[in-house]
Structure formats: structure tokens, C-alpha cells
């Protein structure tokens, strides 16, 4: 397979492209920064200077491309147009682009957010009608829509929370492990589910390889659900730790993410912990099932919670980040 991956310098899109590689694909990225993309380039990746809003590179990029793998986008911008320029506007590029270049297919990288919240005890298959609640998920929806109007042949992978070696965001939890709290939005019922980044990488891959893939929607995550205080505890686990679940309500947290909001526009930068946030944080349930993607792959997940974070606690120790 000949693979173009965007955003292959981020977490999701580097355990991308190392899978293909490992599995002996040819690989081409998209890279900003030369030093992100060194270890790209160790691995075998080509790596062509460029970003989402540069025609001419994209198009260079996904020139005898069999898959166009799109991962880049935004997770944190300071508003919605942000939100809509890379995610919406960047992937209208990537698709005209792969369209121009003549490659075969793209495989979306969405979010469980452009789906909404899941009703408690009921996880989202891909089919069901959207319900975005933050700018986040509006965004990412528009980018599905963006690529369902295409020519191209297009799969979406909506994946849940994503966790492993790399993560900057789990990396805060497991901070929090170690002086023996986990905070949780309101009681810590919120029901959650998760995908490891080598799991979600394979899952990518496969709906890549399958012909059974071709404009459908799939959520792509391991079958177990558990609560925001139960992530707490297995987080503190994975250290061999025990902790404090601290309960926010919900006015105290809408007044906690404001102030740090507030506080990263005045540093100049932006986070994920917004005012727009809380319409996540306090919703029943974010939970997907993988069924659907299992039964047109025979992809499933190899890590549960439990393993999944005892191999990220593993790395980061190792990379000295704990």
C-alpha cells in the first residue's frame, strides 16, 4: 500500500505512520517542522515540507497515493473559526487535493464529537443522526460532510478518547495520579469509552485495506465502558497507586474552565480545557461500539483499560515524563 498520512508528526498520526511502515507500506507525510519529522524520516517515511492550506505540497503528496490518510486538525483554537479553518477548510484541501493527484481513497479521521453525546447505556455505532455540542464537534462534523460530497471513495472513523505512548493530554491525569487526586467532572458517572493509539492505528489501516469500508461511519474503540471516576482509579492503578476521586460540580467546573481559558488567551495560547468544554464534560455518556467495524474488518482492539494504561505509564517512564 502506498499511504499519505497528515498530521503524521502528532500522537494519532505518528503510531499511524509507524504502522505502516512496520507492516511495509510506502508512507508520505506532511510536515511543518523539520525536527517534528525527524523521526519520521528515520523510519522510513517520506516527508515533503508543507501544511493543510498548501495546495501545491498536498497535491505533490498525494500523487500515486493508494490511501490518503487524513489525521491533522485542531483539538484546542481560541474560536470557532479557528476550529472551522483547519478542520473543515483543511480537509476540503486534503480531498481536492487527493482528488487532483488521482488517489484512490481517503479514510477521515474524525472524533466521537462531531457524534455527540450517547445516551447512558447506549453506545454510538456511526449511524446515528449528529448531535455536536461544542465547536470542536461542529467543526470535525463539517469536515464528514465535506468528504461525503467529494468524488472521492471515503471511509470516517469517529474514534472516543485516545490514550498510549505520546499523549500529552493522559499525561496530565497521570500527573494528578501521583499527588494521589482524580478530579472528575460532576459525580463520575459520565460512561466513557477508549481506543489505544497502536489499537486505533490498526483500526485506520484495516478500514484502509477493506473495499467493505467504502461510505460508512465507524466508531473505533475497545467494547468496555467505564466511568470518569473508574479512569481515575485505573489511572492510579497503572502506578500502583491509590486516589482520591474529587467530585466538580457542574457550576464550579463551568467557573474552573473559564479561568483557564481566560488564563491561556492571556499567554498567547490555547488549551482544551474551555467553557465550551464543560457541554462535554457534563454530558451522560461518550461511549462507541465497535462492532460494525470488527464485523467489515475483523479489526479489534488488543488493549483493554487496564493494559492500555500500564503500556502508557510503561513509555512514559521510560521517555522520562514520569
Not at 507492516?23 to 493543510?52: C, F, H, W, Y
Not at 487535493?97 to 455527540?116: D, F, K, Q, T
Not at 491525569?173 to 501521583?178: D, H, P
Not at 455518556?285 to 488493549?303: E, H, I, K, M, S
Request: with cysteine.
Amino acid at each position: 500500500m502506498r499511504a499519505l498520512v497528515t498530521g503524521a508528526t502528532g500522537f494519532v498520526g505518528s503510531h499511524l505512520a509507524h504502522a505502516l511502515r512496520h507492516q511495509g507500506n510506502e508512507v508520505t507525510a506532511m510536515a511543518r517542522s523539520a525536527a517534528k519529522a525527524e523521526a519520521l524520516i528515520q523510519a522510513g517515511v517520506r516527508v515533503i515540507p508543507g501544511d493543510l492550506h498548501d495546495s501545491k505540497a498536498l497535491q505533490h503528496a498525494a500523487e500515486q497515493q493508494d490511501v490518503v490518510f487524513h489525521v491533522a486538525g485542531l483539538v484546542a483554537a481560541r474560536n470557532e473559526a479557528e476550529f472551522m479553518m483547519a478542520n473543515c477548510e483543511g480537509t476540503y484541501n486534503v480531498m481536492a487535493a487527493a482528488e487532483a493527484a488521482g488517489a484512490r481513497r481517503l479514510v477521515l479521521v474524525s472524533s466521537l464529537a462531531a457524534a455527540g453525546p450517547a445516551p447512558r447505556g447506549a453506545p454510538l455505532s456511526g449511524d446515528e443522526t449528529p448531535r455536536p455540542v461544542t465547536a470542536y464537534g461542529r467543526s470535525k462534523l463539517a469536515a464528514e460532510m465535506v468528504v461525503r460530497r467529494g468524488a472521492l471513495p471515503w471511509s470516517i472513523v469517529r474514534p472516543p478518547i485516545v490514550y498510549g505512548p505520546r499523549d500529552r493530554e493522559i499525561l496530565k491525569v497521570f500527573r494528578l495520579a501521583q499527588l494521589r487526586i482524580a478530579p472528575v467532572f460532576g459525580d463520575g458517572a459520565q460512561e466513557l469509552s477508549a481506543v489505544h493509539a497502536g489499537d486505533l492505528a490498526g483500526a485506520l489501516i484495516a478500514v484502509g485495506s477493506s473495499p467493505a469500508t467504502f461510505a460508512r461511519t465507524y466508531t473505533a474503540c475497545h467494547p468496555e465502558v467505564f466511568t470518569t471516576a473508574d479512569f481515575g482509579r485505573a489511572v492510579g492503578a497503572a502506578m500502583g497507586r491509590t486516589v482520591a476521586t474529587v467530585r466538580i460540580p457542574g457550576m464550579v467546573g463551568r467557573a474552573v474552565l473559564s479561568v483557564t481559558e481566560a488564563a491561556a488567551r492571556i499567554a498567547g495560547r490555547t488549551t482544551i480545557l474551555t467553557s465550551d468544554k464543560a457541554n462535554e464534560f457534563f454530558q451522560p455518556a461518550w461511549t462507541g461500539n465497535p462492532l460494525p467495524l470488527t464485523r467489515d474488518t475483523g479489526w479489534q482492539a488488543a488493549f483493554d483499560l487496564k493494559q492500555g494504561l500500564a503500556d502508557t505509564y510503561r513509555w512514559y517512564r521510560e521517555a522520562g515524563w514520569l
